[in-house]
């Protein structure tokens, strides 16, 4: 009775997933937005492994970012559109400190769902408590405990600032009264072959330190060869997460070890407060994992979800940030989404010529059809009622 029950309810959120595959599908043909990721800044104080923004050349950078009057008419322009979710994005966007307070106040004030992800640099208390006042979600990049932390991060006592950007946002939490919702404070691990037996600890971190939830997500890395075979109008994308030297991918026996191990922590978890989300790895094929491919052939993140760079540009997608549509400050905004530039690209990526796509980590969250979307809510809704994992 206990299984039955659970199917039952599983069954009753089936309608909802499915009107909303339904939705997404529309979308996807109209290609019309719901979300935008509004990159406020390329720089970043990190040194992370599986991570190569940080080596950008941020000379003379500052002077070219957008200020907040500039944002706020974004955001306006893209509200405009119906888009309601909004990502702010870096680099580390904590670097812009004022910037974000300000512009996360203004966010809220228009009614957006807001996330921010964070290498926690920066994060004192100031920020959290406008994070706590105005955020829907943050995610505190935590890809292991103690010195696997800092080396990963390539940051000197990453692990202490970590545990203290979560207790700051605690304290303030249990402090806030806010007119909308709650913060959800998760820890998001991006797992790697640098920290592919060490999930059990940081799933134990989390839960020591109060998480809402924890996220693994895969690391990603495009080549070199795979980015120039991926010219569109003379333009080579210029990715921030290449990888020119040791690959970050796990073999086939470690990825044969992390597909064990979280299936040990989300039945050892299933019932508790902690939620563990494994999803997007769940979704990859061991091969998928060792040699990071992605078989997805839609990008639904071309159609469905709006880039913005650091100085107001509409971009193809956050991996090809050199391909530029138009520019969100001027015009309209249907005559840069969906413009002359943007059916190029759109061309390219959906007769195959960009085999860079075949490599975007992204596309597990984003690309899946329908058959993948109807697996993904197997995995969401039956198994977790079947198996209880």
């Known amino acids: 009775m206990r299984i039955a029950g659970k199917v039952q309810k599983a069954g009753a959120l089936l309608w909802s997933d499915l009107k909303g595959l339904a939705k997404r599908e529309i979308d996807f043909h109209r290609a019309r937005p719901r979300t935008a990721i509004l990159i406020l800044t390329y720089r970043c104080d990190s040194r992370c492994k599986t991570c190569s923004m940080w080596r950008r050349d941020a000379g003379g950078e500052m002077e070219k970012e957008l200020e907040l009057s500039q944002w706020k008419a974004i955001v306006d322009k893209l509200s405009n559109e119906g888009i309601r979710v909004f990502e702010l994005f870096g680099g580390n966007i904590l670097l812009r400190k004022e910037l974000v307070m300000e512009l996360t106040r203004y966010l809220f004030g228009k009614g957006a769902i807001i996330h921010i992800p964070t290498n926690q640099l920066g994060l004192d208390d100031e920020i959290a408590e406008a994070m706590v006042n105005y955020v829907d979600t943050v995610y505190l990049s935590t890809d292991g405990t103690g010195n696997t932390q800092d080396a990963i991060r390539g940051i000197?006592?990453?692990?202490?600032?970590?545990?203290?950007?979560?207790?700051?946002?605690?304290?303030?939490?249990?402090?806030?009264?806010?007119?909308?919702?709650?913060?959800?404070?998760?820890?998001?691990?991006?797992?790697?072959?640098?920290?592919?037996?060490?999930?059990?600890?940081?799933?134990?971190?989390?839960?020591?330190?109060?998480?809402?939830?924890?996220?693994?997500?895969?690391?990603?890395?495009?080549?070199?060869?795979?980015?120039?075979?991926?010219?569109?109008?003379?333009?080579?994308?210029?990715?921030?997460?290449?990888?020119?030297?040791?690959?970050?991918?796990?073999?086939?026996?470690?990825?044969?070890?992390?597909?064990?191990?979280?299936?040990?922590?989300?039945?050892?978890?299933?019932?508790?407060?902690?939620?563990?989300?494994?999803?997007?790895?769940?979704?990859?094929?061991?091969?998928?994992?060792?040699?990071?491919?992605?078989?997805?052939?839609?990008c639904y993140l071309e159609r469905c979800e709006v880039t913005v760079d650091p100085y107001g540009n509409m971009v193809a997608c956050p991996f090809i940030t050199n391909f530029i549509l138009g520019n969100c400050l001027e015009g309209e905004f249907t005559k840069v989404w969906n413009g002359p530039r943007h059916k190029v690209f759109r061309k390219a990526q959906n007769s195959g010529r960009l085999p860079m796509c075949r490599n975007c980590i992204l596309g597990v969250q984003w690309n899946h059809g329908i058959a993948k979307s109807l697996h993904r809510i197997y995995l969401t809704r039956f198994r977790p009622a079947i198996t209880g994992t």
Request: with cysteine.
């Open 156 to 298: 000197d006592g990453s692990e202490r600032i970590g545990r203290d950007a979560v207790d700051r946002l605690l304290m303030k939490r249990r402090a806030a009264r806010r007119q909308r919702g709650r913060l959800r404070i998760v820890c998001n691990c991006t797992v790697s072959k640098y920290n592919f037996d060490r999930l059990e600890r940081i799933v134990e971190y989390a839960e020591s330190k109060c998480f809402d939830e924890v996220h693994f997500e895969y690391a990603g890395e495009f080549r070199r060869p795979t980015v120039e075979n991926s010219r569109i109008l003379d333009i080579t994308p210029e990715p921030h997460y290449l990888n020119e030297g040791e690959s970050i991918l796990v073999n086939r026996e470690q990825a044969v070890v992390i597909k064990e191990t979280l299936r040990k922590i989300r039945r050892k978890y299933a019932s508790g407060p902690l939620k563990i989300t494994t999803l997007n790895i769940d979704s990859m094929s061991l091969a998928n994992l060792y040699k990071g491919s992605i078989p997805h052939k839609k």
